[in-house]
């Protein structure tokens, strides 16, 4: 015989249940023992050279630990490809050829990629969490969302967007805290300029001193 169908839990229940996976406490003690990826202490050197020549901030190259578990040869069931997960028109659109050879799977070009994708998200939305949301929901989506709201913020429109990107947004902060030591929130917005380590690091303090 079949089973009795359950019922749905109260809306308000389910309210205080995404209140709980969405929020960035949670992700932050659900993350905090969580080893490094096996592959991030061979690839975050260049990843992070990657970003900085192209102005992002260095910490987020840990978006690649969210979207592939840093396995520059991932692939999901849609057809998105490599350490930071491109569908192929979104990597054509930012310079990675897909034929005859497969540039996502190459992992500083995979970087190069995500860094001028989410440089361009940010200066979009002025916002890294939007700018994430955008990486993950599709930019047009949040546009529309801020523009029929007449929103600012992500935390504005998250009831609005895919489960999925409500959690997204607070894990990939989460991560980058954890891996980095650093509030996400505050990093810079992209810049033109090219720097090293030393002197990203140094600009980094000085504008949050």
């Known amino acids: 015989p079949s089973r009795p169908r359950t019922a749905p839990p109260p809306p308000a229940v389910t309210t205080r249940r995404m209140a709980i996976v969405r929020s960035p406490g949670t992700w932050k003690q659900k993350l905090a023992n969580r080893p490094e990826p096996r592959n991030a202490k061979a690839l975050i050197p260049a990843l992070k050279n990657a970003f900085r020549s192209e102005g992002v901030p260095a910490p987020w190259v ?63 939305f002025n916002s890294w969490p939007l700018a994430l949301a955008a990486y993950n929901a599709g930019e047009g989506r949040v546009g529309r969302l801020l523009k029929n709201s ?60």
């Open 62 to 124: 840990w978006l690649a630990e969210v979207e592939s578990s840093m396995n520059p040869s991932a692939k999901s069931p849609v057809g998105a490809v490599g350490l930071y997960q491109f569908m192929a028109p979104t990597a054509e659109r930012f310079g990675l050829k897909t034929r005859p050879v497969d540039e996502r799977l190459v992992p500083e070009k995979s970087a190069l990629a995500a860094a001028k994708y989410l440089k361009v998200l940010h200066k979009q």
């Open 150 to 209: 007449s929103a600012k913020t992500f935390e504005a429109i998250e009831n609005s967007l895919p489960v999925e990107t409500q959690m997204y947004v607070p894990k990939v902060m989460a991560i980058v805290a954890l891996r980095e030591g650093v509030d996400p929130a505050k990093l810079p917005a992209p810049t033109a300029m090219t720097m090293p380590e030393g002197m990203f690091l140094v600009a980094w303090v000085f504008k949050h001193e």
